[in-house]
């Protein structure tokens, strides 16, 4: 089955063209990270314009990579949700557009779900049941995965996501936009030696960032960081060190099979490298470009919706607040 995955959820507007759930035949992106950098954070209506200008271009070129024509198609997957309205809304007319003109079948993908979708584009195939750890700037999820479709929801932030951290403290100590990456760069020049607490939320699998941001807010405010690149390594020490254990945890209380990370922070290479080496079972992670929002995922994880017969009428709405569980 050749799939085509359109992605449009937030700030990346995305095509690609993926064969029976796990060969990319092509996986475009069209970033405006430049552009919401202006601003210091993604700006919705500049977003959703952003995707009506990039859409139609992102879909034929990730169909000429792919050397597809719309007769070689099986089937459309696209983000329905979770993400900002605007910017869904622009991803699921276009997908629609395309089912009713073309009469394919039509699904409509979470995102978080496609997010996981990315480990089935690896070398290794996943193996159930499995422990997912989601980590994007809206979420920190841990998924327990016992077959395809089949999610439960073990633990979850309680305020900042993962890559919101990130995003906040690297505004915080003067650090470029996105954040995430700006400390990953920035923490390879440091040491994590400055002391900042660490949310255990003991007895439960759900996890809580915003006292570590606070706690280096403070230190910055208070003139006790004297280097930068030490403060963003005791940061992402900090949160990486929690990530990890809490994870670590659910999956041998679990005992599941595999450790999957997934989601923009998953790109962090710290955070790689602590859990491959600190897990007793094998961690699968896909490679950076898959972490971050790509269209790759949506297809992958869309082809396993048409295996199961799962499939939407035209009737399908955005839903921004959409779960996985
Ligand atoms: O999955 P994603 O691309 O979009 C959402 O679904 O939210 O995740 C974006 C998040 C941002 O917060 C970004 O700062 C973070 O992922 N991120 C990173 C890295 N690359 C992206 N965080 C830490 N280290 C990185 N290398
Ligand atoms: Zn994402």
């Not at 003109?101 to 496609?114: I, S």
Request: net charge negative.
């Amino acid at each position: 089955m050749r799939i085509l995955g359109i992605e449009s959820s937030c700030d990346e507007t995305a095509a690609a063209v993926v064969h029976d759930g796990t060969e990319i035949l092509s996986s475009e992106v069209a970033s405006q990270v430049e552009i919401h950098a202006r601003y210091g954070g993604v700006v919705p209506e500049v977003a959703s314009r952003q995707h009506l200008l990039a859409i139609i271009p992102v879909i034929r070129q990730a169909m000429d990579k792919a050397l597809t024509t719309w007769h070689d198609l099986d089937g459309i997957a696209v983000t329905h949700g979770p993400g900002l309205a605007g910017s869904l809304l622009v991803g699921v007319s276009t997908a629609k557009a395309i089912a009713l003109a073309r009469k394919l079948p039509l699904t409509g993908v979470n995102h978080l779900e496609a997010h996981i979708y990315a480990n089935w584009l690896g070398e290794t195939r996943p193996e159930f049941p499995l422990l997912c750890l989601i980590v994007s700037g809206g979420h920190s999820d841990l998924v327990l995965m016992r077959g395809h479709g089949d999610y439960t929801l073990l633990g979850r932030t309680r305020d900042d996501a993962a890559g919101e951290a990130f995003d906040k403290a690297a505004r915080i100590l003067g650090l470029d936009y996105p954040g995430g990456p700006a400390i990953d760069r920035a923490a390879q020049l440091g040491k994590p030696c400055i002391d900042l607490p660490r949310a255990w939320l003991a007895g439960s699998h759900d996890f809580s960032f915003s006292g570590i941001k606070t706690a280096l807010y403070r230190m910055v405010e208070d003139g006790r960081i004297p280097n930068v690149n030490d403060a963003a390594a005791s940061f992402q020490e900090a949160v990486i060190e929690v990530l990890t254990t809490k994870t670590i945890a659910a999956a041998r209380e679990h005992r599941v099979k595999q450790v999957l990370l997934s989601g923009g922070v998953a790109a962090n290479r710290r955070l790689r490298s602590r859990l491959t080496r600190e897990s007793p079972m094998p961690v699968l992670i896909p490679e950076p470009a898959l972490c971050t929002d790509n269209a790759a995922m949506v297809a992958a994880c869309g082809f396993f919706h048409f295996q199961r017969g799962c499939t939407d009428s035209l009737d399908m709405d955005v839903m921004p607040g959409l779960k996985i569980a």
